[in-house]
């Protein structure tokens, strides 16, 4: 009787969650693999960048690969590093290159394209160097958007060429253009095949991975179809692709943020019980934040950013509050432009019933969720989203604009929905959509419907990973 192969999946990321967190690419990087790895015959495994964070110094690691690469004229240490225990629920690899790839954030620094290439250009020598032959290399985002270029027309890589690449857009605001100067630092590639790279007089990495991936996914089917009409210049090569296009909505992680056994929240909860120890998380979190707990609790959580609609932020602060004579209260838990973070100081000490604390902070995001009665999503872009899918698991209703994953993921209650949807970007539409949910909250019974109807909708992994299985396959 023949044994059943084993498919192996290498996910490569810059971003994995508890390891390095800056959005939802994490979330899905630290999940994904911990739910493939549930089905029957899969193994998937993790590489990113190693960074000095709490979790390398608290966990122990092996080396399993030193080696060195070349990068133009310099010479670079590669080290594969791997987690002992595998407590994530998968095989970790971290590649360590100093100088490069062992820094405390994962962007922000100008030498970011050299960073990324040597990154993937590590990744590949040490699969090479050690006859390590996936079944699936899974590149998420642009930063690791080269690899199925290099592994099809980098000599170098003569050992992984044929293997499937698959690659996930994420957010396609994001595409890494750099000139081509940096080609020089580049592993050396069939210079026939320049083409396959640029995109408008530049290496573009994004456009790269759709035009040379077996096939590429985005984070849910409504991105999918606003990227072929609003996609930074992309537009018409994704239509040129389309066939091999497939959008697959993210999940979360059940495990991981679950009200009923979540110790980063105050008072745990179910659905049948949801209402009244919502209301005790609520209490707690208006008192340390001197807001008022009879007063519905509005919250945002995010980068300030302003694809997530952030800029709207301030004024939306302003008129609501002034709109409802100060009948509701807002709290905001983000950071990332001065501006949006500096007008908001200025309302902390204007307005009683509004709350800020910037930065990120993963334990209070938590009982931002058990706390909150409405979780406000304004984007402009929003590939998939998961903060609608943590807050609906909580109970708390999504008051979200009608785009990307958010159309997805959240009717309206008007056709038979547990959310509120608006559809144009803007204050007045975000104000408008708050005070429909002021008139819903005096409803107690709705109220109680809707924190029900959220909890029990399915935002579990299982479904999608299979649908990556499939894809995989296919």
């Known amino acids: 009787m023949s044994k059943e192969k084993t498919m192996v999946i290498y996910h490569l990321s810059t971003e994995c969650y508890p390891i390095a967190k800056v959005g939802g690419l994490?979330?899905?990087?630290?999940?994904?693999?911990?739910?493939?790895?549930?089905?029957?015959?899969?193994?998937?495994?993790?590489?990113?960048?190693?960074?000095?964070?709490?979790f390398i110094h608290n966990h122990e690691f092996d080396i399993v690969f030193d080696g060195f690469i070349h990068q133009g004229p310099d010479m670079l240490q590669v080290q594969v590093m791997k987690e002992k225990s595998d407590v994530l629920g998968f095989e970790l690899y971290m590649v360590k290159i100093p100088?490069?790839?062992?820094?405390?954030?994962?962007?922000?620094?100008?030498d970011e394209s050299f960073q990324f290439i040597a990154f993937q250009h590590g990744v590949l020598h040490w699969l090479s160097a050690m006859k390590i032959r996936p079944d699936v290399l899974h590149c998420h985002d642009y930063h690791t958007g080269l690899v199925p270029f290099m592994t099809q027309h980098c000599p170098e890589f003569e050992f992984l060429k044929g293997v499937k690449t698959i690659g996930t857009i994420h957010n396609g605001e994001y595409q890494g253009m750099m000139s081509w100067n940096m080609a020089n630092y580049l592993p050396s590639f069939d210079a026939y095949k320049w083409g396959l790279m640029d995109w408008g007089g530049?290496?573009?990495?994004?456009?790269?991975?759709?035009?040379?991936?077996?096939?590429?996914?985005?984070?849910?089917?409504?991105?999918?179809?606003?990227l072929f009409i609003s996609f930074r210049g992309l537009e018409s090569l994704v239509r040129e692709e389309f066939g091999k296009a497939y959008g697959i909505i993210n999940g979360i992680d059940t495990e991981v943020w679950d009200p009923e056994t979540d110790?980063?929240?105050d008072f745990n909860f179910n659905i049948k019980n949801a209402v009244a120890q919502k209301k005790k998380n609520k209490e707690k979190l208006c008192k340390e934040y001197g807001l008022k707990p009879d007063l519905p609790l509005f919250a945002f959580i995010g980068r300030f950013a302003t694809?997530?609609?952030?800029?709207?932020?301030?004024?939306?602060?302003?008129?609501?509050?002034?709109?409802?004579?100060?009948?509701?209260?807002?709290?905001i838990l983000g950071s990332?432009?001065?501006y949006i973070?500096?007008?908001?100081?200025?309302?902390?000490?204007?307005?009683?019933?509004?709350?800020?604390?910037?930065?990120?902070?993963?334990?209070?995001?938590?009982?931002?969720?058990?706390?909150?009665?409405?979780?406000?999503?304004?984007?402009r872009v929003e590939p998939c989203g998961l903060n609608q899918m943590y807050s609906m698991r909580?109970?708390?209703?999504?008051?979200?604009?009608?785009?990307?994953?958010?159309?997805?993921?959240?009717?309206?209650?008007?056709?038979?929905?547990?959310?509120?949807?608006?559809?144009?970007?803007?204050?007045?539409?975000?104000?408008?959509?708050?005070?429909?949910?002021?008139?819903?909250?005096?409803?107690?019974?709705?109220?109680?419907?809707?924190?029900?109807?959220?909890?029990?909708?399915?935002?579990?992994?299982?479904?999608?990973?299979e649908k990556y299985i499939a894809l995989y396959n296919n």
């Not at 005070?435 to 005096?442: D, T």
Request: negative net charge; contains cysteine.
């Open 26 to 54: 994490a979330d899905v990087v630290g999940a994904l693999p911990k739910y493939q790895n549930k089905i029957k015959g899969i193994d998937a495994k993790v590489v990113m960048p190693w960074y000095n964070k709490s």
């Open 263 to 265: 110790p980063m929240i």
């Open 394 to 465: 909580y109970g708390t209703v999504p008051v979200v604009r009608y785009t990307g994953g958010l159309r997805d993921t959240v009717e309206d209650i008007s056709t038979g929905g547990a959310g509120l949807n608006f559809t144009y970007p803007g204050v007045d539409d975000i104000v408008h959509a708050m005070n429909r949910a002021l008139g819903i909250y005096n409803q107690k019974g709705v109220m109680k419907e809707l924190i029900h109807a959220n909890m029990n909708f399915d935002f579990a992994w299982e479904k999608s990973a």
């Open 202 to 226: 530049f290496i573009n990495p994004l456009a790269s991975m759709i035009k040379c991936s077996h096939a590429f996914t985005t984070v849910s089917e409504g991105y999918l179809e606003e």
């Open 341 to 379: 973070e500096n007008k908001l100081k200025e309302y902390e000490y204007t307005y009683t019933n509004f709350a800020l604390d910037l930065g990120y902070k993963e334990h209070l995001s938590h009982k931002i969720y058990a706390s909150a009665d409405f979780l406000l999503m304004p984007s």
């Open 99 to 110: 100088g490069l790839l062992d820094r405390e954030n994962p962007y922000g620094y100008q």
């Open 336 to 338: 990332g432009n001065t």
């Open 307 to 331: 694809e997530k609609g952030a800029d709207f932020l301030p004024d939306v602060v302003w008129k609501s509050i002034k709109q409802s004579y100060g009948a509701l209260n807002i709290m």
